[in-house]
């Protein structure tokens, strides 16, 4: 089954807010004529280099994802033949893995290819450390349109891709399909605002004779996440400068109008015994809703072979798109997970030239199929699901609401997600912020602006390490 999201921790915060030393001593000017390490080789590399060549592939991924990683990586060494060899190996969580990649370039021992996940991306990108992917794309002349836009959109600056796609997910509603059917309630008509989903929640909270609660109306973490993707279907950005994109973001905006809203939102079901309050840890919440105790559930896509793998014979999941702030709300979710990044400074060209083949190979449509199957993430490539067994997709539904969500979006600056060099940090402070208004602490208002100020120094702090 599949195993609970790695959590963004203080882990990696340190590691972001240190980051002077590592970016002022690393490389060429990401914006000015590559050195030679950060140059894309072409397939010559390879071809000229004796003997095989080894790539370490530093990853996060666990239980049934890193079974499917394994089966990755066996079918890529598979195809070629001896040339190349990826060796896959763990690192633990996505904040380990950051800072075990920080760690490394102090030390001169990069792995030649890293999963990063999402909000790593601007770090990555200030580390000077990676040979761009759209380098390798413009030597190859390879289709990048078979990469699903919204996917490529987060992972590119000034419109040139640096990373390629890996494991992407999406948030979803969860809902307990037999909970809605004992209310009396259509669970084929699934709420798409947050007032509809707080109406359906007080109908289908159960207390027992006692009075005790047995089955809460709503539940999810306490999780900065997906506060995010709230604000992205405001079509509200999260950062200024364009999210982060027009240049560096120098604040915060999760104290806006529309990210109260969500605070107080949330702050009322639990108050009022709608939903229950299982506190930050993702593990938790899911877990309410797995034993049955939650009947709607905010999560990502990339729990759901889980989800489904441990209803089965209780209860039935479905999924829905993710609500929207109100009827107005035009925009969509961000996307979240991870993406591959290929180390140059102080790899070989035939090293750097094997990582990009083994990129390359896992966003194909084969292998993105096989990977959309064993873990429920959304595949990035477009021609992906036409591999999928037709007798799969119709035994499990549940998997084509990520996919038809992602298509339904237009690209947007909101859409495209926040980059931010400390992005770790605004989580956590988003964190607090929401927090301390469902607990009842501070008022929403207040709560989200001390949120948003209690970060802007580590933004500062870190803009001028990469200035």
Known sequence: M????????????????????????????SGGEASDALDAPGAEALENADGKT???????????????????????????GGKVEVKAVYQGSYDETIAKYKASVQQKSTPALVQVYDIGTRFMVDSKQVVPVHRFIEKDKFDAAEIEPNIASYYSVEGKLWSMPFNTS?????????????????????????????????????????????????????????????????????????????KLATRVQFDQPAAVQVAQWWADLVRNGYATNTGRKTDDAQAAFKAGTVAMHLESTSVLRGYVDAAAGRFTVLTAPYPKVSDSSTG?????????????????AAEKRAAWEFAKFSAGATPQAQWHTGTGYVPINVRALDQVDKAWTTKYPQFRTAVDQLHALPPSVASAGCLL?????????????????IVGTKPAEQAMKDAAASVQSAIESYNTSVS
């Open 332 to 348: 969509g979710p961000i996307i979240g997970g991870a993406s591959l990044w290929i180390s140059g400074v102080g790899h070989s």
């Open 170 to 246: 999406t948030p979803l509603l969860y809902l307990n399909k037999e909970a809605f059917e004992s209310a009396k309630l259509d669970p084929n008509q699934p709420p798409k605002t947050l007032a509809e989903l707080g109406e359906l929640a007080k109908k289908l909270t159960v207390k027992d004779a006692s009075g005790k609660t047995t089955r809460y109306g709503f539940g999810a973490a306490i999780y900065g996440w997906l506060l995010e993707q709230l604000l992205a279907t405001d079509g509200k950005e999260y950062c200024d400068n364009g999210n982060g994109r027009q």
């Open 54 to 80: 080894t790539v370490e592939f530093w990853h996060s991924m666990k239980g049934a994802n890193a079974t499917a990683v394994d089966k990755l990586v066996a079918d890529f060494n598979a195809a070629n």
């Open 421 to 437: 060099g400390v992005m770790p940090q605004a989580r956590k402070a988003a964190e607090d912020g929401l927090e301390a208004a």
């Open 2 to 29: 599949a195993l609970p999201r790695p959590r963004r921790t203080g882990a990696v915060i340190l590691a972001l807010l240190t980051a002077a030393a590592l970016v002022a001593g690393c490389g060429a000017d």
